[in-house]
């Protein structure tokens, strides 16, 4: 799951090396921490949030085949 809200995030800024991702879980939950750099904010989050909606189901859906729950959040 780390992986791949790291490769999608990475490829959408412009400062990849500031890129982190935390991630954390119990038994039902997975949470995920995006930190990317303040002038990549815009490009992660999108226009009216679409792209970082798109981030968060695909997240949601890798983890239903895992049988669990994804929270993200994205931060700089």
Request: hydrophobic letters at 45%; charged letters at 30%; glycine letters at 6%.
């Amino acid at each position: 799951m780390r992986e791949l809200i790291e490769l999608l995030a990475k490829s959408l800024v412009d400062n990849s090396a500031a890129v982190q991702v935390d991630q954390t879980e119990d038994e039902k939950t997975i949470f995920i921490v995006l930190k990317v750099a303040n002038a990549d904010m815009g490009k992660v989050i999108g226009k009216q949030g679409k792209i970082a909606r798109a981030i968060r189901t695909l997240a949601k859906a890798a983890g239903a085949k895992v049988g669990r729950k994804v929270s993200v959040e994205i931060t700089s």
